[in-house]
């Protein structure tokens, strides 16, 4: 294992959640893509995109259990990269395959990118709140009758309960909600996610 490369990987994780607390105690989160979210993330990416060039991708072998993981989250942020985040899968799938770490990781990438590139989720790892009642549900699954069976298969627990549905929102925040949604939806085709 080499320690150091499993201490920087750690580091950038931690560097990338501190930057999400802090906005979302400034409650800039929420909404669209926060410019400063984006620029770690970025960062963040193009760093792990040099470790791959140099180590390989940084399993629980390279990195330890935590390193490992703190490489995937990195990578599951890698949202403004559609080539990294696919390519990304791609070792995930692989060492997973091979037991160098757990499946789960490669389903909550598969997901993230079914969603981006507009297409139902398998596994049911990614949720958004309703523009409607404002309450979380998941975003549209592959199999929704397979569903825990197939999280079964990479280590997931049953999906969490859907709430019913709740009182509307307001008419005003329902119009903001949608003018979020549009503006990812628009960002998704400008960063090669999904056709215009």
């Given amino acids: 294992m080499n320690e150091a490369l499993r201490a920087e990987l750690i580091r950038m994780k931690d560097y990338d959640l501190e930057v999400r607390q802090r906005l979302l105690d400034e409650g800039k989160l929420?909404?669209?893509?926060?410019?400063?979210?984006?620029?770690?993330?970025?960062?963040?990416?193009?760093?792990?995109?040099?470790?791959?060039?140099?180590?390989?991708?940084?399993?629980?072998?390279?990195?330890?259990?935590?390193?490992?993981?703190?490489?995937?989250?990195?990578?599951?942020?890698?949202i403004g990269e559609p080539d990294f985040q696919r390519q990304s899968l791609q070792y995930l799938q692989r060492y997973a395959a091979e037991g160098k770490l757990p499946a789960w990781q490669a389903a909550y990438i598969?997901?993230?990118?079914?969603?981006?590139?507009g297409r139902p989720q398998r596994y049911g790892t990614q949720w958004i709140d309703d523009i409607r009642d404002g309450l979380t549900r998941p975003l549209p699954l592959e199999d929704p009758e397979r569903v825990n069976e197939l999280r079964a298969s990479v280590g997931l627990g049953p999906l969490h309960p859907i709430p019913p549905p709740g009182p509307d929102l307001p008419e005003e925040m329902q119009k903001q909600e949608q003018a979020n949604r549009d503006a990812w939806e628009a960002w998704f085709v400008r960063v090669g996610w999904r056709k215009g």
């Fill in 110 to 117: 598969e997901d993230r990118i079914a969603i981006q590139e």
């Fill in 30 to 78: 929420g909404g669209f893509y926060v410019p400063e979210m984006e620029a770690v993330h970025r960062q963040n990416s193009a760093r792990l995109r040099e470790i791959i060039a140099e180590h390989g991708w940084p399993h629980e072998e390279i990195a330890g259990e935590d390193g490992a993981k703190a490489a995937w989250l990195i990578a599951q942020h890698a």
